[in-house]
């Protein structure tokens, strides 16, 4: 009999991973703090939770992906919250990008409580939720990685256990860090080609399969030349991971100047009212 599933937060990429897990034929309870973004998944079958309690009541396995650190504390180690309600067997995997620290605490608290749980942040953005093809990094014991792994075969296509507790966050975090400059060089390249005369489309053809290929350079840079800054990542949530990436680094004691730039970048992005703009709007601050 399959395991019933709790699924908390159905933004951007959470209702794509959500809609995956229905098609799959698996019991749904949800919550989301708008129920209105939720109204497809209620409309596929899902059934709707008044609060993250009510959905651990009812559930096996709980996902969830949401927005900042402190939602995820709050989430989870609320008077309110999942491990409160939570019991002896369930699974808790939380998606979200967060800090490593505090995965490795709800990680203990349900140790305690005689639950399991897994960090097992995703790269991949809104094409990779959509299509079931996400990178997934996971950290956590790994006997629960394995019994987990059917399930995120259907949300994912890279899967990979990277370590106890809080290694799913940190490999997440070598994720932030490569596509921050990235990001930066990708912009630059486009508008040289721009100032060089040249069709940006057509130096795609030839640089996006060659030694500058990258998710991003595939995915991303064809958006900017259509001017669509729809939200495949919120600049906003791409702010946050690069701030847990510094604070992680300075912890180790490691200067990353390229991070820190592009960070700063961002935040002059945000002030210029672009939190809410894909990560690709980056663009604009040559503007």
Known sequence: MKKTIG???TGVMGKSMAHHLL????????????????????????????????????????????????DVEEVYLGSQGILASGRVGQTVIDMTTSKPS??????????????????????????????????????GDREVYEKMLTIFE???????????????????????????????????????????????ETVLKSISSGAAGSWSLSNLAPRIIKEDFEPGFYVKHFIKDMK????????????????AMAKEMYEKL????????????????WD
């Open 7 to 9: 699924f908390i937060g």
């Open 23 to 70: 098609r799959a034929e698996y019991s749904m309870y949800i919550y989301t703090r708008t129920k209105e973004k939720a109204q497809e998944l209620l409309d596929q079958g899902a059934i709707w939770c008044e609060n993250p309690t009510e959905v651990a009541k009812q559930s096996d396995i709980i996902f969830t992906i949401i927005g900042e650190p402190k």
């Open 102 to 139: 505090l995965a490795k605490e709800i990680y203990v608290k349900a140790k305690e409580k005689g639950m399991y749980a897994l960090d097992a942040p995703v790269s991949g953005g809104d094409t990779g939720a959509k299509n079931g093809t996400l990178a997934i990094m996971v950290g």
């Open 154 to 200: 259907i949300i994912g296509q890279n899967i990979v256990y990277q370590g106890e507790a809080g290694a799913g966050q940190h490999a997440k975090m070598c994720n932030q860090i490569a596509i921050a400059t990235n990001m930066i060089g990708i912009c630059e390249a486009l508008l040289y080609a721009q100032k060089a005369g040249l069709d940006p």
């Open 244 to 259: 847990i990436a510094l604070e992680e680094a300075e912890k180790m004691e490691l200067n990353l100047p390229g991070l």
């Open 270 to 285: 945000a002030l210029q009212g672009e939190e809410l703009s894909g990560t690709q709007a980056l663009i604009k601050y």
